[in-house]
Structure formats: C-alpha cells, structure tokens
C-alpha cells in the first residue's frame, strides 16, 4: 500500500503551480488584462495538458494539473478540453457540453457530450461570461449530432474521471480561497493586533485547513480509483469524493469571504472568484447527498 | 502509487483474518465488560502475533512499517472484534525519553500486556493548561514522595504502574519544572476512584489521589525537568495516523447501521442524510491515514498535522454519532452509547480548541 505521488507526478504538479502563479489572474482587474489572457493561453497550449490523457496520463496527473490551475484562478480553458480530449482524442477547439451548454468555451468550435454510451457532437455558439468569472460558457449552436459510440467501460470510467477533475478544481479553488485569507488575517488590523491573532478568526481558517486536508486525500484515493479500480468501484469513489469537496470547498470560500470581513463582499476581492469556480464546479457533473447509498451494502 | 496490499501486506491480512475467524468473538466490543476484559484481549491478541507490529523487535515488537497497524485496525473492525489496544503513546514516550536500562525493564512487559498501565498527565486544575500542573514529587533520599490528583486516568483501576507527569522544581519557570515517573500503582499512598461517563460506562477513566507514594528516582525517565518534552512528544503521537486506530470502526459502524435500513442498496431506498454523511466522511479518513503513511514512509514526521488529522478523525466519530442517533434511535442501548461517547473524542487527546490553536500558530503562523 502506497499513496505517495511518484516524482514525475511531483514535478507536474510543481510545473502547473508555477505556471499559474506566474501567469493567473492575481487581481480581479487583472480577469481583462488581454497581454496575460494571451500569455497564459500561449503557456498552456505549449504545456500540452490539455490532451494529456491520450498522452497517456492517470487520473491522478489530471487531478493534479487541475487542482493547481483552479488555486491559481487560471482563466483559459482546461477543464473542457481534457475532458473532450479523454472522450475522443479531437484536437484543438473542442471541449465538452454539459446539459445543452460548452463549458470552457474560450476559442472552442465543438463540444462533445456523452450520453449513456453514445458521443454526440454539437458548434459551439457566441460566448458569454458564467457564473464562474475565470471560465467563458456557451450556448450549443445546434442540436447534437451522434457521433459515435465508446464501451461501458470508457463511458463509466469517463464519467468518473469528470467527477474526480471538477471535484479536483474545487480542492485548488478552496487552496486559493484559504491561502488569500490566511494571508490578509496577518496584515489586517483590528483593535490594534493582526485580526488573525484573534481565535474568532484563527479557529475558522485552522477548521478550514483540516477540510482541505480532507479534500486531498479523498480526491487522491478517487483520482488513482480513475483507472486502478473498476469502473463501477471508481464511480463509487468519485462520488464521495465530489460530495465531500463540494461542502468542504464552499464552506473553505465561505470561510475566506467571512474572514475579510466588508472587502470580503466587493467585486474586487479575489474571494468570490474562488467561491464561483468552486459553486460551477460542484453544479457540472454534480452528485447529490441523496446518491451515495449505493454505496452502502 | 498503489493503494492496495503489496504480497507481504495481503499475505498478513489474510493470515490475521484466519485468525479472527476463530478468536474475535470471544470478547466484547463496549460497555463495561469491554474495559474490563480489555487485558485479556491484550494478552490474546499478542500472543497469536498480531500486536506490537511497528514498535522494536528488541523490545517484543516486530519492527514492521506502520501500514501493518492500520490493516490490523481494518480487520478487527471487519471481524466484530475489540480494538487494537491503545497503548502507543505510552511505548513512544517511554522509548523515545526513557534510558535503555528503563526500557529493557518496562517496554516489553507493557507491549505484551503481561503488565498494565495508565498515564498521569490531567488533573483537576490542570486540563488544556498541562504545564499548570500541581502534582509534586520531592526527592527523599533515593527516592522521589508523590503528592497530588490525577484525572481521565484510562485503566488506573488495573494498572500496574503508571506514566506519571509530576512537579520536581516548583522555582523553575513552570515548563521546565515538571519531570515524569514509572510508578509502582501497588502500594499505599495511592487511591483510585473510578469516573462514570455520560454513556455510563464506569470503567474507562479513574480518578488518582497520590498522597506520599514513593518512586526510586531511578524510575525517573530522562533527566529531572525533561517532563515536559516527553509530554509533548506522548500527546503528538496520540494524533499519528496509525493511531487512528478507529478509522475502521467507524465505517464499519455506518455499514451495520446501514443493514438496518428497510430496502435494498441502490434502489431507491431513503437513506438519512446523516447516515450517507458519516459514510463520505469514514471513506475520506480511509483515504486520508493511507496519505498520511504515505507521507510517513518519505520521512515526513507528523509534528502539528497530527491536529488536523485529529479534527478530521473528531468530526467524523461525530458524525457517526448523529447517524447512529438517525438510524437507530435513543432507544438503541448501542447506539446511543456510540452517540454519547463521540462526544468525549473533541477533549480526549487535546481538545479541539487547542488543535485549533496549535494548527492556528505553527502551521498557519497566525500568533495568538
């Protein structure tokens, strides 16, 4: 029994965190600076992550990479194009249809949907900003075309695999969310000590590290589950998984906006950047409280 | 990364469950009779080779990798039996703080069970607070004479002897004034009073009076005012993942409870929320003591983790607790005992609040 990352899984995980610090918006003003939506997009497109899982990586390697772009906020499309990429290796401009919308819809054409077994193909229409500020939807611009057929065992190990990696973004956006609200609970000031000092505030912030903590071994064990267990078992864990992240994330953001206090509730505070991707993520492939007895015996 | 049983792994696990087939039934799982055969389970359970398993082959241990106490804990909680004895803290103390000479005499009687102990840190005055303690020991001769009170002592009914946490130098600043003991429980000066718990259980915790009981002071572990390093080191391993000991039963637990459910799994039924809850939460802990041995096997030594693992592992006891409640109801002797006493888990072993401070300030830098 093993659950350490191997050092390749280590060195991609220290590659896409440094890619998003570096180049992830880091105000929310910065969301329309074209000059590093340009960059970013350069970076990431020469990463090759998007069309990592044909290149041959495990569920736990996308885990990573998208756990990592979510803490740095990082605003171009991952997410739907290594899931379509995951689907049906298709190149670039494709990503993935949840419902009848394009998720990740920046500079797609296509998005692919899965439906029991059958793939389906729709255009991808003109796109708009979400709920979600770091991540651009769209409206499909026709009806869904079939576009073939995968095995039971691709389309329950896929779905298992998009529950993992949007749980895995709502891990790093509850990362980011704490990282910023430790942070201004060190420089803030109230009746003349650090507001962090106060156990109103530390208490909060240590219960919401302990939730992360949580999160990332369950995440992991539901990631590595992906391709090692079968294909019933790994959607069993990406389940609890999904359940467990989606409270502890928001609760994590929810923390995070509290702890900033009135800033905490402007548009200009990072906070609610976080607590959006983390509300979106839990919505796309989402799975209910409700839906966990099949995994009791 | 694997998270399944390497061969040496599998080949143990099947071995224990050979074992436990035959043996587990023999003994009770809570309540009174539980605390009270709890020696016997000790001695059962080391002497068919399934105890001591991480802890110095020197010493009556086997010397395995710590991965082998948590598929210990699994197999128990599968097979209906008692749990592993929790006697983790005490071997590491001792170990890490006592010289060889107190060691070779001490450590392999405590891990076969051949001899009892409990451990004297609380008091009445002194709970959060430790280092506030008031328990004086006063040399006499070759000799050291106790006199204080004790509380939450675990077994101080059977012990033999006692891990004793006590005052040597009350003009030292008041951490550095504290020295501990292996004392002999059998002898006069010595008064144990047993604690009812909410759950009624009555054999769990004592309460201790030390009134001129005597110590050779070559019974003192480490030097005199090294106290207090030693308890620091024996409440951060309460926190260490494979002490986590209860991991397993609780999701065993949701799965008994879960039995009771009118209905067949994955048609339909209507489970209550906080039954499916304390399930996610059990799988997340499964989970999370496996990357904690991970993190072990890199050498990564768990100094504040551990609180973070203990609130974790509080919050899902208590969530168990709610679901027991849920399912079976206060009617249920059983179930409400597991509710009542997952109250205890936010004290016992620090309370949550002082996890919280410790996360507060050496992990998060916050200062307090």
């Known amino acids: 029994m093993d659950a350490r990352l191997t050092a390749e899984q280590a060195s991609l995980r220290a590659a896409a965190a440094g890619l998003a610090d570096k180049l992830g918006p880091h105000s929310v003003l910065a969301l329309s600076d074209t000059k590093r939506a340009v960059q970013l997009e350069q970076a990431i497109t020469g990463s090759g992550w998007r069309s990592l899982r044909t290149d041959g990586a495990s569920g736990v390697e996308l885990a990573l990479v998208a756990e990592e772009l979510a803490r740095g906020l990082v605003d171009v499309p991952f997410l739907g194009p290594v899931l379509a990429d995951a689907l049906r290796p298709s190149g670039p401009g494709t990503t993935i249809a949840v419902g009848l919308r394009a998720i990740d819809a920046r500079g797609a054409t296509r998005a692919l949907a899965l439906e029991g077994t059958r793939l389906l193909t729709a255009p991808v229409g003109p796109p708009a900003r979400g709920t979600d500020l770091t991540r651009v939807v769209a409206p499909l611009a026709g009806p869904p075309q079939p576009a073939g057929e995968i095995s039971a065992a691709h389309a329950t190990r896929w779905r298992a695999l998009a529950v993992c990696v949007t749980a895995a973004e709502m891990v790093g956006a509850a990362r980011g969310a704490h990282a910023l609200a430790v942070g201004y609970a060190k420089v803030r000031t109230q009746y003349g000590r650090p507001i962090g000092s106060y156990q109103a505030i530390s208490h909060p912030l240590a219960e919401a590290l302990a939730l992360i903590e949580g999160c990332e071994s369950v995440l992991r064990y539901a990631a590595w589950a992906v391709d090692e267990l079968r294909p019933a078992e790994a959607v069993k864990a990406a389940r609890i998984a999904k359940v467990y992240c989606a409270r502890a994330a928001r609760t994590v953001c929810e923390t995070a906006i509290q702890v900033h206090g009135g800033i905490g509730n402007t548009w200009e505070c990072l906070a609610h950047l976080f607590l959006r991707r983390v509300l979106v993520c839990a919505e796309t492939f989402p799975v209910r409280l409700e839906e966990i007895d099949v995994g009791l015996p | ?368």
């Open chain 2, 1 to 368: 990364m694997d998270y399944r049983d390497s061969p040496g792994e599998a080949e143990f696990r099947s071995r224990l469950r050979d074992w436990l087939a035959r043996h587990a039934r023999e003994f009770a799982l809570s309540g009174d009779e539980y605390w009270s055969r709890y020696g016997d389970w000790h001695r059962a359970l080391y002497g068919a080779g399934f105890f001591g398993l991480s802890w110095p082959r020197e010493y009556g241990g086997q010397d395995r990798p710590p991965v082998y106490d948590v598929i210990l804990d699994e197999e128990l909680a599968a097979a209906g039996a008692p749990p592993r004895p929790s006697l983790g803290y005490l071997v590491t103390g001792l170990g890490h703080h006592g010289s060889k000479e107190l060691c070779r005499r001490f450590l392999p009687g405590m891990i076969s069970g051949t001899e009892r102990w409990c451990q004297g840190f609380s008091e009445p005055g002194a709970g959060s607070d430790l280092a506030s303690l008031a328990t004086t020991a006063v040399r006499d001769d070759d000799a050291y004479v106790v006199r204080g009170q004790k509380i939450w002592t675990s077994y101080s009914d059977v012990a033999d002897w006692c891990l004793l946490l006590a005052r040597t130098d009350p003009a030292a600043p008041r951490h550095q004034g504290l020295s501990a003991f292996v004392i002999s429980m059998h002898q006069p000066g010595i008064e144990q009073r047993p604690l009812t718990m909410i759950s009624g259980v009555s054999t769990e915790f004592g309460q201790v009076t030390f009134d001129g009981a005597r110590v050779p002071a070559g019974n003192m572990v480490g030097a005199p005012g090294d106290g207090w390093k030693l308890a620091m080191t024996v409440v951060s391993h309460e926190r260490e993942p494979s002490t986590l000991g209860f991991t397993a039963r609780y999701g065993k637990t949701v799965r008994t409870l879960a039995a009771r459910l009118p209905g067949e799994p994955g048609e339909g039924r209507t489970i209550p929320s906080e039954l499916a809850w304390a399930h996610v939460q059990t799988q997340m802990l499964y989970a999370h003591v496996r990357r904690r041995l991970a993190e072990q096997m890199d050498g990564q030594t768990h100094g504040p983790q551990g609180s973070l693992d203990k609130l974790l592992m509080t919050w899902t006891e208590q969530a168990v607790g709610h679901a027991a409640l849920a399912v079976a109801g206060t009617g249920d002797a059983a179930a409400l005992e597991a509710y009542l006493y997952s109250r205890a888990q936010s004290v016992m072993g620090g309370t949550s609040q002082i996890q919280k401070n410790i996360i507060a300030d050496r992990i998060l830098g916050l200062g307090g």
